[in-house]
């Protein structure tokens, strides 16, 4: 069975908890599925269906198995995704399934209050952790009245970070959800925030899922070279660095093959 193939899968990389230390941030996975030919979308942006039956259960396998689950402003928008783990009963460990929290980084809050994670059931095995949806913003870009929509009328937490060059700085925004109690994040994309979190020299991805669907696009969006610009400095003029990999697997789910590696 597809569920408990992905337990033995993950089950020697578990625990996902932040290291020890009081400043040190959650445990990132980063995880997303691609095509044979490379990319996690189409070229207009539109949902684009590539895991298998086995592999979407992996998926949300190690969705069950985090605090928190983080996505683009442009995922969230374009897909309408419900990030939950309606796929499994159990998480890799075993454990009774619960939802991570959402989390969504938008800049300027451009998250509509009727997007479906706000509405997506997340009931939590243990009753006690706060399952709301939380956005994270940039200081002094949003709108108050887009704040107060999206808290009163969504029911979502909205937190402010500084922004780097526009964005949300990452290592701000995992700081806020650590502060929260967030000892794990799933992040599942888009290509723009994998390519920004794979080169950030400030944030370290512990985990790399990666899923290669037998599935030719021929047009579309990279998953890592069209969120990284190779010629772009950042602003101390540092060119992106992707790391390498390092303890890599490879597993074979239904039709679909899953690499798991760390970033050196
Ligand atoms: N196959 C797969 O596994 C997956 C595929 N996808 C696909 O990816 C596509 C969307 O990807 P893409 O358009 O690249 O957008 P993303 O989902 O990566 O969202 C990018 C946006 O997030 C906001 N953002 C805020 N802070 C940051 C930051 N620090 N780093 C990066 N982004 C930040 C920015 O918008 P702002 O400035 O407004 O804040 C940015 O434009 C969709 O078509 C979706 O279907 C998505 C996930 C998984
Ligand atoms: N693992 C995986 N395989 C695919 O084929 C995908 N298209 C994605 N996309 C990600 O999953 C989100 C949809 O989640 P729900 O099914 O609505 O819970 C989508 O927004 C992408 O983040 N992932």
Request: with cysteine.
């Amino acid at each position: 069975m597809a569920a408990d193939q992905a337990c033995a899968f993950l089950a020697p990389h578990l625990p996902f908890t932040r290291k020890p230390g009081a400043d040190s941030l959650p445990h990132v996975t980063l995880t997303y599925a691609q095509s044979l030919d490379g990319f996690v979308a189409r070229h207009d942006r539109k949902p684009l269906p590539l895991s298998g039956p086995d592999s979407a259960t992996l998926t949300h396998a190690l969705r069950a198995s985090h605090d928190a689950i983080l996505v683009g402003a442009n995922t969230l928008i374009n897909d309408n995704p419900s990030l939950n783990t309606r796929l499994v009963a159990s998480d890799a460990a075993g454990q009774p399934a619960q939802s991570p929290r959402p989390v969504i980084l938008d800049s300027t809050l451009r998250t509509p209050v009727s997007a479906r994670v706000f509405t997506t059931p997340r009931p939590r095995a243990d009753g006690s952790r706060d399952s709301r949806v939380i956005v994270i913003t940039c200081e002094g870009r949003y709108d108050r009245e887009r704040k107060r929509a999206l808290e009163e009328d969504a029911g979502a937490v909205v937190l402010a970070v500084q922004s780097d060059d526009g964005r949300v700085h990452l290592p701000s925004a995992l700081a806020a959800l650590r502060d929260l109690g967030v000892q794990s994040v799933m992040v599942e994309g888009g290509a723009t925030v994998i390519g920004a979190l794979l080169t950030s020299p400030e944030v370290r991805v512990d985990l790399l899922v990666v899923t290669i669907a037998p599935t030719v696009i021929g047009r579309g969006v990279h998953a890592i070279g069209d969120g990284v610009r190779q010629d772009t400095k950042d602003k101390d003029g540092r060119l992106p660095v992707i790391p390498k990999l390092v303890d890599v697997q490879w597993e074979q789910f239904g039709a679909d093959m899953v690499m798991l590696a760390k970033p050196a």
